[in-house]
C-alpha cells in the first residue's frame, strides 16, 4: 500500500487529508476499513525512509495536517518500478482442496457437506458485494472494483461446482 | 417467517414430466415437491439440461406435467383445459425469458400494453399502465424505440414491464439475464430487488450465481430432482475489504 500513497504524491504534492480523500474516493464501500490515522502513520514511514519530504505550508498556523508532503527522487523511482511490477493476489484455494482430500480420506466429514457450507458463504459475500456495487454510482471507480470482487466470487462458485461435481461422483463409486 | 407468507402462491406436489417408454424413460422433472410464498424470491440453480427450464414451463402452465399437482392459488394448473390455462397465464403470471421474447414490429410501449389489451382492459388503461411500467424500469424515455433500437439490457427491462402488465401473482423468469453484460445484468439485479421489496413472488431459473445471491431461497436442481435447498438470509462472514483485499493501509 506504500506505493499507492506514492502514486498519489506523484500527480501532485499533497496533505495527508487529501490522499485519505482520494482513497475514500477510488475505494467507495471498501474503504471503511480504513482507519483515519493510518495515512499519516505511513506518511511518517515514508519520510524516515527519505522517499517522501515534507513541506510546510506558509501563512496557516503550525499543525501535522497542514504538512505538504511530495516525493523525492527516490520515491519517484520507487513509483516507476512499481507501476511497471506484474504482482497479483494470490488465490487461496490449496487449503480448502486439502480440507476436502483430507475430510474425506479420515471420513472426517462429507466433503459435499463442507462444499455447500462454503457455497452459502460465498453466495452471501456476492449478495454483499452487489449490493455495494447496485448502489455506487455508473462507472465509478468503486463500482470498478467492486465488479472485481463479484467476478472472484463468480469464479470460486464455479470451482466450487466442480468440486461437487467430483466429489459426488467419487462417492458414487465408494 | 412471518403469517403473510405461510400460505404458498404456488405449489407443486409429485411433479413429474417424462419423455420415452420403458428403458428409454426420462424424468426431465422427477418428484419435485415445491412451494412458494408470497413475495418469496426462489432461484433454482443447476447445470444446463437439469430440468430447471422444464419446470419453470410446468410452473407456468406451457407444459402438461405427466404426475403430480400444479397449484397457483387457488387455481389447479394440471387439470386445467388449454383455454382456461391461456386465460390464466395471460392474466396471473408473468414470464420473463433469456431471448427476451418482444414483438420486434411494436414499440416498447406497444409491447408493454400488449398483456394487458388481451386480458380486456380499455386502450387507454392499457397505454397508463404501460407508461407506468415503463417509468418503474427507467425507459421513459425509450418508449417509442423499437427493440433493434435498444441495447440488450433495455430490451430485457422492456420484457420484465411486459410481464408485470396485469399484475401477475408470480413472475417466472427464465435465464433472465443469459444474454447480457455485466453491467444490464446489474440493472435487471437492481430491478428484480426492487419487485422483491414491493413485495412480487419471483420463481428464477438460472445458472448465474449474481442472480441466485439475491434470492431469498436457492434450490439447487440434478437431473430433474431437487438435491439441496439454502435459505440466503444472514450475514456473510467475510468483510467487503477483505475479498478486495484492502484491510486498511497497514495490511
Not at chain 2, 406436489?13 to 410464498?37: I, T
Amino acid at each position: 500500500m506504500q506505493e499507492v500513497v506514492l502514486a498519489m504524491l506523484a500527480k501532485e504534492p499533497s496533505h495527508g487529508y487529501g490522499l485519505r480523500t482520494r482513497l475514500r474516493n477510488a475505494l467507495g464501500p471498501l474503504g471503511e476499513a480504513m482507519n483515519d490515522g493510518q495515512i499519516y502513520v505511513m506518511l511518517g514511514r515514508l519520510e524516515k525512509s527519505g522517499l517522501v519530504a515534507t513541506e510546510r505550508a506558509e501563512v496557516l498556523p503550525d499543525r501535522s495536517d497542514r504538512k505538504v508532503y511530495a516525493l523525492t527522487a527516490a520515491g519517484q523511482q520507487r513509483v516507476a518500478d512499481w507501476l511497471t511490477e506484474v504482482s497479483w493476489p494470490k488465490p487461496d484455494l490449496a487449503e480448502f482442496h486439502l480440507k476436502l482430500v483430507t475430510a474425506a480420506a479420515g471420513r472426517l466429514a462429507d466433503p459435499l457437506v463442507i462444499v455447500d457450507a462454503q457455497r452459502r458463504e460465498l453466495l452471501l459475500r456476492l449478495r454483499d458485494a452487489q449490493r455495494a456495487a447496485m448502489s455506487e454510482p455508473d462507472r465509478s471507480d468503486a463500482g470498478l472494483l467492486l465488479e472485481g470482487v463479484v467476478l472472484r466470487l463468480q469464479a470460486d462458485l464455479r470451482w466450487l461446482e466442480a468440486c461437487e461435481r467430483t466429489w459426488t461422483g467419487r462417492r458414487g463409486r465408494s | 417467517m412471518s403469517d403473510s407468507t405461510d400460505a404458498p402462491v404456488l405449489r407443486t406436489r409429485g411433479l413429474c414430466l417424462e419423455y420415452g417408454k420403458g428403458a428409454g424413460l426420462v424424468r426431465a422433472v422427477d418428484d419435485v415437491d415445491l412451494r412458494v410464498a408470497t413475495g418469496e424470491t426462489v432461484a433454482v440453480m443447476g447445470p444446463s439440461g437439469c430440468g430447471k427450464s422444464t419446470l419453470l414451463h410446468l410452473l407456468g402452465g406451457l407444459d402438461k406435467p405427466s404426475h403430480g399437482e400444479v397449484w397457483l392459488a387457488g387455481s389447479r394448473l394440471d387439470q386445467m383445459t388449454e383455454k382456461g390455462l391461456a386465460r390464466l397465464r395471460r392474466t396471473a403470471i408473468g414470464f420473463v425469458f433469456q431471448a427476451f421474447h418482444l414483438m420486434d414490429e411494436l414499440t416498447a410501449t406497444e409491447n408493454v400494453e400488449l398483456p394487458a389489451l388481451l386480458a380486456g382492459r380499455s386502450p387507454r388503461a392499457a397505454r397508463e399502465r404501460a407508461a407506468e411500467l415503463l417509468e418503474q424500469v427507467g425507459l421513459t424515455d425509450r418508449a417509442a424505440h423499437l427493440p433493434s433500437a435498444l441495447s440488450g439490457g433495455q430490451r430485457q427491462r422492456v420484457a420484465i414491464a411486459r410481464a408485470l402488465s396485469n399484475d401477475p401473482l408470480v413472475v417466472l423468469a427464465d435465464e433472465p439475464t443469459g444474454n447480457l453484460d455485466s453491467e444490464a445484468t446489474l440493472d435487471v439485479l437492481r430491478l428484480f430487488e426492487a419487485l422483491h421489496a414491493a413485495g412480487q413472488t419471483l420463481v428464477i431459473v438460472t445458472h448465474d450465481a449474481r442472480i441466485a445471491a439475491t434470492a431469498d431461497r436457492l434450490i439447487s436442481m440434478r437431473d430433474g430432482a431437487f438435491v439441496d435447498e439454502t435459505r440466503l438470509t444472514g450475514g456473510a462472514t467475510g468483510r467487503l475489504a477483505d475479498l478486495a483485499g484492502f484491510a486498511g493501509l497497514d495490511g
